[in-house]
């Protein structure tokens, strides 16, 4: 069983950062790939960013150039720096983890993290 805790969302005006963190509890699960979805209001859940326990990583669209993935396999842990953030990065962000080699598939999901960002 694999339990993943997320923190570090909160509201943040527009062009601030902010830094999520996921943290996995597991007992036996290899945990290889880790990384974030966001879902906004009304809308489908998109890729963020997610990292192998390689180094290898992959960024959605939206938000390439403003936000950084890693992660402390030491403690399975896995950090989004989010920069320059707009009005339309607000969405409940969800951490997920899995034992896939891709970096965006996952099968575990935490319960998600609200960002808002408004002046």
């Known amino acids: 069983q694999v339990q993943l805790v997320e923190s570090g969302g909160g509201l943040v005006q527009p062009g601030g950062t902010l830094r999520l963190s996921c943290a996995a509890s597991t007992e036996r699960f290899a945990i290889n790939a880790m990384g974030w979805y966001r879902q906004a209001a009304g809308k489908e859940r998109e890729l963020v960013a997610g990292?192998?326990?390689?180094?290898?990583?992959k960024y959605g669209d939206s938000v390439k150039g403003r936000i950084g993935i890693s992660r402390d396999n030491s403690k399975n842990t896995v950090y989004l720096q989010m920069n320059k953030l707009k009005p339309e990065d607000k969405a409940v962000y969800y951490c997920?983890?899995?034992?896939?080699?891709?970096?965006?598939?996952?099968?575990?999901w935490g319960q998600g993290t609200q960002v808002t960002v408004s002046s």
């Open positions: 997920g983890a899995s034992y896939y080699y891709t970096p965006d598939e996952y099968e575990v």
């Open positions: 990292i192998t326990s390689g180094g290898t990583t």
